[in-house]
């Protein structure tokens, strides 16, 4: 069975070192949706920790508005993957 994943939807890199204000400018900056505490309004935030001491740390957001877990497959006329598929059988 082929594994079934989900890339980020927006991928930030953050220096080694960067302090909560800055942590929160540079993801507020790339577009994810922070409230007034820092933490993800909404969606799945993940901080990838670095290996290494002095590696930058990278966050992932994922967002969760949608009732399926994965992003709908478009064609290159604007029309559903399984759509298309249905019209094929």
Known sequence: MPR????ADITVRVPFGS???VRIALLHAAGVPLNSSGDAAWGFLHERRPCK?????IWRWFD???ASPLPA???AD???AAAQ????R
């Open 4 to 7: 079934r994943f989900r890339t």
């Open 19 to 21: 302090t909560d204000p």
């Open 53 to 57: 001491f002095g590696d930058d740390s």
């Open 64 to 66: 969760t508005g949608s």
């Open 73 to 75: 497959m478009q064609q």
């Open 78 to 80: 604007g029309a559903p």
């Open 85 to 88: 598929q249905q019209a094929w």
